[in-house]
């Protein structure tokens, strides 16, 4: 079993920047893929960005998102720049032991955080 906590999230200028966190339990963090999703009102769950031995990334946002992670403190990272209103969305932390599907498809992952709130103010 792993349990993520998302943190970072807040309210933010067009053009500002944020970093996201969410912290895992579980001793072999290391060995899992890790993602972000987010979700906007009325829309559904999208893909961000995930990490497992390579990075990938949305075109919505690449160029302006960095996923990384620090195994040593079982922390994933998203850092946004140059944010835009239509970033505006709670995002989540997502985890699977290995990627069997599409990075892309929330059915690919297993384990879920319960969000953190962007808003990005125009």
């Known amino acids: 079993q792993v349990e993520l906590v998302e943190s970072g999230g807040g309210l933010v200028q067009a053009g500002g920047s944020l970093r996201l966190s969410c912290a895992a339990s579980?001793?072999?963090?290391?060995?899992?893929?890790m993602a972000w999703f987010r979700q906007a009102p009325g829309k559904e769950r999208e893909f961000v960005a995930a990490?497992?031995?390579?990075?990938y990334y949305a075109d919505s946002v690449k160029g302006r998102f960095t996923i990384s992670r620090d195994n040593a403190k079982n922390t994933v990272y998203l850092q946004m720049n140059s944010l835009k209103p239509e970033d505006t969305a709670v995002y989540y932390c997502?985890?699977?032991?290995?990627?069997?599907?599409?990075?892309?498809?929330?059915?690919?992952?297993?384990?879920w955080g319960q969000g953190t709130q962007v808003t990005v103010s125009s």
């Open positions: 997502a985890a699977v032991a290995a990627i069997l599907g599409t990075v892309v498809q929330v059915r690919t992952w297993r384990y």
């Open positions: 579980g001793r072999t963090f290391s060995t899992y893929a």
């Open positions: 990490i497992n031995m390579n990075t």
